[in-house]
């Protein structure tokens, strides 16, 4: 099992930035690709980016040139960089990671972490 903590949420200006991280931790040998995803009360919650284990990223057409999402194997940490940020990225962040063994394949999520942009 992995265990998931979001921090670095806030409020913010638009315009500001801010970094997000995710601290993993259990059973990390397993975890294969991390991502954030955000929930709004108005959506659905939805990839924001995406990251495998080699490093290879995916991000929403939305955070394009504005997040990078990256992350630290030996520490067990993933990150999303937040730049540019606008009232319409205000959302609950979560973090999860895919979990995979010769005889699971599971999500984990964490708790959330809250962004809200001012505007």
């Known amino acids: 099992q992995v265990q998931l903590v979001e921090s670095g949420g806030g409020l913010v200006q638009a315009g500001d930035s801010l970094r997000l991280s995710c601290a993993a931790s259990g059973d990390t040998m397993y975890i294969s690709a991390m991502a954030w995803y955000r929930q709004s009360l108005a959506k659905a919650r939805e990839l924001v980016a995406s990251?495998?284990?080699?490093?290879?990223?995916n991000y929403a057409d939305s955070v394009k040139g504005r997040f990078t999402i990256s992350r630290d194997n030996a520490k067990n940490t993933l990150s999303l960089q937040m730049r540019s940020l606008k009232p319409e990225d205000t959302a609950r962040y979560y973090c999860?990671?895919?979990?995979?063994?010769?005889?699971?394949?599971?999500?984990?999520w964490g708790q959330g972490t809250q962004v809200t942009v001012s505007s």
């Open positions: 990251i495998t284990s080699g490093g290879s990223t």
């Open positions: 999860k990671a895919e979990y995979t063994t010769w005889r699971v394949s599971e999500n984990y």
